[in-house]
């Protein structure tokens, strides 16, 4: 779970959804306040977790799976995802850190 930068304390997981869903990048931190920044690390590593969703694809590739299960089957990774990424959410103080892409 993601902890805040400036007070330290670790915010669950309804939280960091509720934060992360917004089309706004500064987060404001429900402990103190302080705004927070998701690191580029974080937004690598999430996107990497989204390819998950893809994994019923590349299965299919190597066995005939039924179309009607395939997409039976991708909700149900795209929930997995759903669940897994606020655990890998890393939150910054500042916008970017230098020398940071
Ligand atoms: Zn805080």
């Known amino acids: 779970m993601p ?3 400036n ?4 915010w669950n997981w309804k939280q960091t959804i509720k934060k992360t ?3 706004d990048p500064a987060m404001t931190c429900p402990s103190c ?4 920044y998701q690191t580029q690390k974080s937004k690598k590593r999430i996107s990497f977790l989204t390819v998950i969703i893809l994994v019923p694809l ?3 590739i190597f066995f005939d799976i039924p179309v009607i299960i395939l997409f039976s089957l991708l909700p149900v990774f795209a929930a997995i995802v759903f669940l897994l990424y606020p655990f890998f959410v890393e939150l910054s103080s ?3 850190y230098i020398g940071e892409q």
């Open 3 to 5: 902890t805040c930068q």
């Open 7 to 10: 007070c330290n304390k670790e």
């Open 33 to 36: 306040g302080e705004k927070q």
């Open 94 to 96: 500042k916008e970017r």
């Open 21 to 23: 869903t917004t089309l």
């Open 58 to 60: 590349l299965i299919q």
